[in-house]
C-alpha cells in the first residue's frame, strides 16, 4: 500500500528554495521517495507544497525526521514549522 507525505510551508525565495529542493534528488530517492511532485499556492509563489510517495509509513516517517531533510530544508529557506501529513491509500 501506498504513502503519500504531503508538506506545506513558506519560503523566503521559491527560486532559491527550488535549485536546493532539485539538488537533493538523490538523497530524497536513497530515503525512500518513489515519487514526488511540488506546487506553488496562486496567491502566494513562496507558498509550497510538496507530495512525496513511499513504500511505507516507516520509510515516510524515517525521512521526515531525519536530520539531513531538517538541515537542507533551513539551508534552502524554508521559513516555520512546515505542516508535516502522512497518508495512506484507501
Do not use: C
Amino acid at each position: 500500500m501506498a504513502v503519500t507525505a504531503v508538506i506545506q510551508h513558506h519560503v523566503a525565495d521559491y527560486k532559491v528554495w527550488r535549485k536546493a529542493y532539485d539538488g537533493f534528488g538523490d538523497v530524497q530517492k536513497a530515503g525512500g521517495v518513489t515519487r514526488q511532485s511540488v506546487y506553488r499556492a496562486a496567491d502566494d509563489p513562496n507558498k509550497v507544497l510538496i507530495m512525496h510517495s513511499f513504500a511505507t509509513p516507516a520509510d515516510a516517517e524515517k525521512f521526515l525526521a531525519g536530520a539531513e531533510l531538517r538541515d537542507a530544508m533551513q539551508q534552502a529557506g524554508v521559513q516555520g514549522q512546515p505542516r508535516v501529513e502522512i497518508y495512506q491509500d484507501a
